[in-house]
């Protein structure tokens, strides 16, 4: 499985899934406070807990600046709460709770959802090597629950390119023929469900499995996965990941099983060359660093955020001994553009590939700086972008023009800001062939702000390798 390398830093493409165990005081893992609570006398629910929480008067309280007991300040987390519903925050107080504060519970929590929607993959194939011998190959990887029907026993399945595709197969795709998937629990030989291949881009590394009737998804507890914008990652950011990394070389598939990492978003967007050892093919690929464990065996699994949300699927880890904790995750706002096209389209046979919406501008940085964000506590980067070419050909042509700083850009009914590099490429993921006519871009030229409207039809869309 590991036909790709980071040529820059010699990397192997495996995938990354980042979790959050934290550890008790007492040094016991994975126990949140209220259950060391439950566990010393403590009798009733969670939110009974939290409230015994509460200070009375501010006695309890340590002494505050005018030295009276704490009262010129904040004493508990309800007053918090009050303070926050005063300056906008909407929401309830557990809603609060998941927004501002990191407690073990909230993360076992969003682990086991994840645990939920993940998937071992096996795939097994042969090819014809140099004297004439058919020779069995096979991988394992992992994935992650897209779309599901239970009652139907259907779930569409998201993995990397990588992990199904094989440059040195014998047949005319270089998809293995032979695709296996389990889901959590369900991992014995005796449990397998097949899983058929039905599209998916080699240049962002992301294919869409199709299962049907499988009597196994109806009587289990598999989920879909819930999807949070990429858009919205910022640096620091606690991440946790679950898929099936392999225990050596030696190791049966069946012995391997779907585990949990812990990590935090390194950095919320740069790009990696990632090359074809088999057909010498390169690409530059946007990704999400993250700081985790990472083996092979766990291409494909999902990068989650502290809410369970999906935000990425981890596809490299870099290898150099010179080199420690660096991953790589295809954000997730790429990941559903390409596995809605998909569902869509694509049947694996005559349909599959994944055609986007091609303007034929490059875009270029003008400026960058960091935003403090005092709603969210986070400091995220914005960037003015600008255009930095247009091809004479393209439907772009005679539209916009070099120089153009990019504000935004509407379609459909929905409005997408432009603060990043990525913004745009991103947001034309939601375009839809035969249903976007239209693209409205804000821009400013000159100094004047202005709309330009750009025509779209089915021949713009290009098909992706």
Same mark, same amino acid.
């Given at each position: ?235 620091? #950011?606690?991440?946790?990941? @679950? +898929?099936?990394? !392999? %225990? /050596?070389?030696?190791? =049966?598939?069946?012995? *391997? ?11 919320? #967007?740069?790009?990696?060359? @990632? +090359?074809?050892? !088999? %057909? /010498?093919?390169?690409? =530059?690929?946007?990704? *999400? ?22 935000? /990425? ?153």
């Amino acid at each position: 499985m590991k036909k790709r390398q980071l040529f820059i830093i010699s990397t192997v493409l495996v995938i990354v899934l980042v979790c959050v165990f934290l550890v008790a005081c007492d040094g016991k893992a994975g126990k949140s406070a209220y259950e060391l609570a439950v566990e010393q006398g403590f009798e009733g629910s969670l939110d009974e807990w939290l409230e015994s929480l509460k200070g009375d008067n501010g006695v309890d309280g340590t002494d505050g600046v005018d030295g009276r007991d704490g009262t010129d300040g904040i004493t508990d987390i309800t007053q918090l709460y009050d303070k926050a519903v005063q300056d906008g925050f909407e929401g309830s107080y557990l809603d609060f709770l998941n927004s501002y504060l990191t407690l073990n519970a909230d993360t076992q929590v969003a682990a086991n959802l994840a645990l939920l929607s993940a998937i071992k993959v096996y795939v097994s194939d042969y090819y014809i090597n140099y004297w004439g011998k058919k020779t069995e190959v096979s991988a394992v990887g992992s994935g992650v629950i897209y779309k599901l029907n239970k009652e139907a026993g259907n779930a569409y399945i998201i993995t990397n390119y990588h992990v199904v595709y094989n440059g040195n197969l014998s047949n005319d795709n270089k998809i293995y023929s032979d695709i296996k998937v389990f889901l959590y629990g369900y991992e014995s030989e005796s449990q397998a469900i097949t899983a058929k291949y039905i599209g998916g881009a080699y240049d962002y590394d992301i294919a869409i499995l199709q299962v049907e009737d499988s009597e196994i998804i109806k009587n289990s507890n598999a989920r879909a996965v819930d999807v949070a914008s990429s858009k919205d990652i910022v640096a620091g #950011s606690t991440c946790f990941a @679950v +898929g099936n990394p !392999a %225990t /050596g070389s030696s190791a =049966s598939y069946s012995d *391997i099983k779907i585990s949990v990492t812990q990590g935090v978003v390194s950095v919320d #967007s740069e790009n990696v060359s @990632v +090359g074809d050892s !088999a %057909t /010498g093919y390169t690409v =530059s690929t946007r990704v *999400i660093r993250v700081d985790a464990a990472i083996n092979s065996g766990n291409s494909g699994g999902g990068l989650y955020n502290s809410k369970g949300q999906l935000i /990425g699927i981890v596809n490299a880890k870099a290898t150099s001994t010179s080199i420690e904790n660096m991953g790589y995750a295809i954000p997730s706002d790429v990941v559903a553009g390409i596995a809605d096209y998909a569902i869509a389209n694509c049947d694996g046979e005559e349909n599959r590939y994944i055609k986007k919406l091609y303007l034929g501008i490059s875009g270029v940085i003008n400026s960058s700086k960091s935003v403090y964000d005092s709603s969210s506590n986070t400091v995220k980067l914005v960037e003015e972008i600008a255009v930095g070419e247009v091809e004479a050909d393209s439907i772009a042509s005679g539209k916009l023009q070099e120089g153009d700083i990019l504000n935004a850009v509407e379609f459909d009914g929905n409005k997408y800001a432009i603060t990043r590099s990525f913004s745009l490429p991103d947001s034309l993921w939601m375009a839809k062939s035969g249903e976007t006519t239209t693209l409205k871009f804000y821009i400013t030229r000159g100094g004047e702000d202005m709309t330009v409207e750009i025509a779209v039809t089915k021949d713009n869309f290009a098909q992706l390798k």
